[in-house]
């Protein structure tokens, strides 16, 4: 069995008398992409940042590669921040120069290597060119090129796709995917579903200050879709009776949703629904599997938390910053 | 060794950045000026350069300073953070930048003196003996000023600090209020961490070594080194929440 990249604990972290994190167990195993899955605020960010070690926690437990102190494995995480914001007055290559020489590399070593990642990352001529002038495409390209130029073992990327085409999306997704092919082990954050199903190997909601749900991308492939019936007013005692079919039969006043879906089920929730003569409006393959398990883990998470999270990572950033 | 060339890699990057997005150019209209007003036609002393420019180089320090500390707040940083650099890299690679920038600027201004209106009473060995406690004052201010940043301290320990610093400093402007016997003994504790820069300035300008004048540079050196210290220190302990642009 792989060895723990990251591990983290009953893992906790308040701002002031918000709590982001309430109890975060996590563990990713090398050589797996991870991804991380989670509505804005609801702290993906502020755990990347634990795990990087920009935060301290205020409880439990982070070990990156079976230590605890983050600054003796600086050189073998890299980090692509969610918003690209590089050093606008240096060329893409006096950056990487930079960053190299701080990771530790130097002579001919560092510049074979930033000439391998500026291949890797398709960054071309426009290397020497200014930051500055870059397209956000491109910002998002030489961020990755310093995540990777160290040849890290982790890399802890947040949202790589943001701002991306989707041209460059795929191709963003299958340079991480590349990278994981030798040996790299890779923790995403994002919200994009169609990146994580591209990408990840297995994946993890955070609501509610918690890790809610972790899957096998593979195993919720296998699941394939779920199915919505829309209905005009779904009475108590058909509710009642569906909730007897068993947990993959979810509802509401309006919609009763099957998932994972099997031919047997579904006829037993329309049998259900026509011996109560309950008005059917529509019979919609929604989601995939992995859009509906996002979703039920969503919906459970904030069930489950009692206090309302952050409405944007934004907003709390500005909260933190003024409380500072 | 590694941990150096680290530092000196941060500290040359920052620099060119400072340079490059013409921040620098601050500094060198206001020594310009400076030297221009105060320097260029009057008949001066060694005396009278040493008190201009002590107090200029300590302004220029506090922008300068505050400035470089702007810079690191910015998302930027995190990139750089989580590099074997480390938080302790980071906070001195840009101290060292703005001593670097303040030391320059004096450099220019002493030039400029020298070679245009040179004071009459210039001696070089003098000039380099009063050099030394004017710009260990521009490092003791400049650490105090990381220690008060945003960057080291929460707000709460700020405002604490800033005020013993008002009550050591604003001693002669409450003799007149009735509650300065309260404040007295409070002033009399506060002032005397400010002593080697008082007693460094009056060295500068002065010149009169005699007496244990050699061991006030060895008080302002403990005090940046102090300073300087209990930012890292409080830095490291710190959540790093770096300003959106």
């Known amino acids: 069995m792989a060895e723990q990249a990251i591990y983290t604990s009953n893992l906790r972290k308040s701002y002031g008398s918000l709590q982001v994190l309430r109890g975060v167990d996590l563990e990713v195993l090398q050589g797996e992409i991870w991804g991380l899955l989670g509505p804005n605020g609801a702290g993906k960010s502020t755990l990347m940042h634990l795990i990087l070690g920009l935060l301290k926690p205020d409880d439990g437990t982070i070990r990156v590669f079976?230590?605890?102190?983050?600054?003796?494995?600086?050189?073998?995480?890299?980090?692509?921040?969610?918003?690209?914001?590089?050093?606008?007055?240096?060329?893409?290559?006096?950056?990487?120069?930079?960053?190299g020489r701080l990771s530790g590399l130097g002579g001919k070593r560092l510049h074979d290597r930033i000439?391998?990642?500026?291949?890797?990352?398709?960054?071309?001529?426009?290397?020497?060119?200014?930051?500055?002038?870059?397209?956000?495409?491109?910002?998002?390209?030489?961020?990755?090129?310093?995540?990777?130029?160290?040849?890290?073992?982790?890399?802890?990327?947040?949202?790589?796709a943001s701002g991306l085409d989707p041209a460059g999306q795929r191709e963003m997704g299958l340079l991480l995917r590349t990278l994981s092919e030798t040996g790299h082990t890779i923790f995403v954050c994002t919200h994009q579903l169609t990146e994580v199903a591209r990408l990840c190997d297995r994946i993890g909601v955070l609501v509610g200050?918690?890790?809610?749900?972790?899957?096998?991308?593979?195993?919720?492939?296998e699941q394939g879709h779920s199915i919505t019936i829309r209905v005009t007013d779904l009475p108590l005692e058909t509710a009642n009776a569906l909730q007897a079919l068993g947990p993959e039969v979810r509802y509401d006043r309006l919609s009763v949703t099957i998932f994972p879906t099997s031919d047997a089920l579904l006829a037993a929730v329309l049998r259900q629904l026509l011996d109560d003569d309950v008005a059917i409006q529509a019979i919609v393959p929604e989601a995939d599997?992995?859009?509906?398990?996002?979703?039920?883990?969503?919906?459970?998470?904030?069930?489950?938390?009692?206090?309302?999270?952050?409405s944007t990572t934004e907003d709390l950033l500005e909260t933190l910053i003024e409380d500072r | 060794m590694f941990a150096l060339r680290r530092l000196w890699t941060f500290t040359r990057f920052t620099l060119t950045e400072y340079i490059r997005s013409g921040r620098i150019i601050v500094e060198l209209v206001a020594v310009i000026l400076f030297w221009g007003l105060f320097l260029r036609e009057w008949t001066i002393g060694?005396?009278?350069?040493?008190?201009?420019?002590?107090?200029?180089?300590?302004?220029?320090?506090?922008?300068?300073?505050?400035?470089?500390?702007?810079?690191?707040?910015?998302?930027?940083?995190?990139?750089?953070?989580?590099?074997?650099?480390?938080?302790?890299?980071y906070l001195l690679g840009l101290y060292f930048v703005a001593l670097i920038v303040v030391l320059t600027m004096f450099a220019v201004v002493s030039a400029l003196t020298i070679t245009f209106n040179r004071p009459f009473d210039f001696l070089w060995n003098e000039f380099f003996m009063s050099v030394v406690p004017l710009l260990l004052n521009v490092a003791l201010l400049s650490s105090l000023i990381?220690?008060?940043?945003?960057?080291?301290?929460?707000?709460?320990?700020?405002?604490?600090?800033?005020?013993?610093?008002?009550?050591?400093?604003?001693?002669?402007?409450?003799?007149?209020?009735?509650?300065?016997?309260?404040?007295?003994?409070?002033?009399?504790?506060?002032?005397?961490?400010?002593?080697?820069?008082m007693a460094g300035f009056k060295l500068a300008t002065s010149r009169d070594w005699t007496?244990?004048?050699?061991?006030?540079?060895l008080a302002q050196l403990a005090l940046t080194v102090l300073l300087i210290s209990l930012a890292l220190i409080s830095f490291k302990r710190r959540d790093v929440i770096l300003r959106n642009q």
């Open chain 2, 46 to 89: 060694s005396e009278q350069f040493f008190s201009l420019t002590g107090i200029f180089t300590l302004l220029m320090a506090l922008y300068t300073t505050a400035a470089l500390l702007s810079l690191g707040e910015r998302p930027q940083g995190y990139v750089m953070l989580t590099r074997p650099l480390g938080r302790t890299g």
């Open chain 1, 115 to 160: 000439d391998t990642v500026i291949d890797l990352v398709g960054l071309g001529p426009s290397a020497d060119r200014r930051i500055g002038t870059y397209s956000k495409g491109m910002r998002q390209r030489i961020g990755l090129a310093q995540a990777v130029l160290h040849e890290p073992d982790l890399l802890i990327v947040d949202e790589p």
């Open chain 2, 211 to 217: 007496g244990g004048g050699y061991y006030i540079p």
């Open chain 1, 209 to 221: 200050g918690k890790i809610t749900q972790t899957s096998s991308v593979a195993a919720l492939h």
């Open chain 2, 146 to 197: 990381v220690l008060l940043s945003a960057l080291v301290l929460p707000n709460v320990m700020r405002l604490f600090l800033l005020a013993v610093l008002a009550i050591a400093l604003y001693s002669q402007a409450w003799h007149l209020s009735p509650v300065y016997r309260f404040i007295e003994p409070l002033q009399s504790l506060f002032s005397w961490p400010l002593y080697p820069a």
């Open chain 1, 289 to 310: 599997a992995l859009e509906q398990f996002y979703l039920n883990a969503v919906h459970d998470g904030q069930a489950a938390a009692s206090a309302p999270a952050p």
């Open chain 1, 66 to 99: 079976g230590v605890e102190e983050r600054e003796q494995l600086s050189t073998r995480i890299g980090y692509l921040p969610e918003r690209p914001h590089y050093h606008n007055q240096f060329t893409g290559r006096e950056y990487l120069v930079t960053l």
